[in-house]
């Protein structure tokens, strides 16, 4: 069961989490359009669901070669001021990918050099994107944070593949990235205006020593470990995503006007759930609660796979997207709660590795076997592995009994 605390997210009392999920949120649905953007001209200039995939390798790579070194640095610097830098070296990519294009000088190794380089700074990013949200609101409230959060990313999901498809069917590629390329400016400024900093007292310098702390807490707490596993095998085997460009052209014939409400569908049940979810209070029965929703995310991907109207389609997309938020919040309440704030960079880190890691080397799976096999065998092979995993997992009591204990409010570090 989860008990409710009322119909407002407590998370949005904070006026700089407020500040700061506002800000991300505009800059998801930035990186969207890059990605519609990306992976549509990429196919363009290509015809091949392998380049797509191979887009996805080139992000995939130095993102989890880098995610350990953005945890260090999370617990080692300010983390404001670090988000600050990478949102400026994103925004030089993006400016770059509109010259480019503009231009007509954009050819396919240049967009798996941009894809790499977001990649980097993502991957540097990413950890203290997660281990920030802790330092803006109490410990009572950060459920309701994670929540929110995953929100807020949903709109941005489902605004931004929506708006992306219809500028690159009016407008083009090149004006995706302008906005993508905007919205880095917009997330850099809702940085600046937080007030609250984060508290200096239990830095830990960049260091292999430092690094092997947060992989030994990790070893050390079952439970974290194989929720990690778990979202790693849902985003490589189990998201489509990757094929969408390819059914929306050659499979439903929707255009990129129906790619984008292919990209968009998903988090629309996400939206959903992720909203209630941000009104409520710590969950009981937490990890019953992440095994269904896997399960629940893996019998829709096997059904869209299958399915052979595009409407159909769209509604299993968002049964996915509920399943995935599901799962997906609570296991970001399990690690953060479970996580001291002194090592929550680089436990978020090792995290990023296989969140982040999954959803680009998925994308190049899902290429790779949609080459071999057929678009349709890739998307439902991929779901029906994500299922394996999940019920070979919901088998270990460890992780089907998890409860998280319920605790008074304590400030966190501003």
Known sequence: MMRGRGPRPPALR????????????????????????????????????????????????????????GGMLADAVDRRRLMMAMQLAQFCVSASLVALTAAELIEPFMLYVASALLAVFAGLEN????????????????????????????????????????????????????????SWVLMLSSLALIRGRQA??????????????????????????????LDFSANFFGSPRA??????????HVGPEGLGLLYAASSIGALGGAFVMSTIGQPQRAGRWVLTGVVFYSV????????????VALILLVGMGVGDTVSSVL??????????????????????????????????????????WGVPASAFTGGL????????IAAIPAARRFTLPREEAQPMPA
């Open 331 to 372: 296991r970001g309440s399990i690690n953060q709660l479970v996580t001291p704030d002194r090592l929550r960079g680089r436990v978020s880190a090792v995290n990023s590795v296989f969140i982040n890691g999954g959803p680009p080397l998925g994308q190049f799976e899902s290429g790779a076997v949609a080459a071999l």
């Open 127 to 182: 950890p203290t994107r997660a281990s920030y949200v802790p330092n803006l609101v109490p410990r009572a409230d950060l459920t309701s944070a994670i929540a929110f959060t995953t929100s807020m990313r949903q709109v941005a999901y489902i605004l931004g593949p929506s708006l992306a498809g219809v500028v690159l069917g009016f407008a083009g590629v090149v004006w995706c990235y302008t906005v993508d390329a905007t």
């Open 14 to 69: 904070h006026r700089d989490f407020r500040v700061f999920v506002i800000g991300q949120a505009i800059s998801l649905v930035g990186t969207q359009f890059t990605n519609v953007a990306m992976a549509w001209q990429i196919y363009e200039l290509t015809g091949s669901p392998l380049q797509i995939g191979l887009l996805g390798l080139a992000r995939g790579i130095p993102q989890i070669a880098l995610t350990l070194l």
């Open 200 to 229: 200096a007292s239990g830095r830990r310098g960049v260091s292999f020593a430092a690094l092997a702390e947060g992989i030994a807490f990790v070893r050390s707490q079952r439970i974290i470990l194989l929720l990690m596993v």
């Open 300 to 311: 829709c991907a096997m059904g869209f796979a299958l399915s052979p109207v595009y409407w």
């Open 243 to 252: 094929l969408l460009p390819v059914y929306a052209k050659d499979i439903f």
């Open 385 to 392: 592995a994500t299922l394996l995993v999940a019920l070979s």
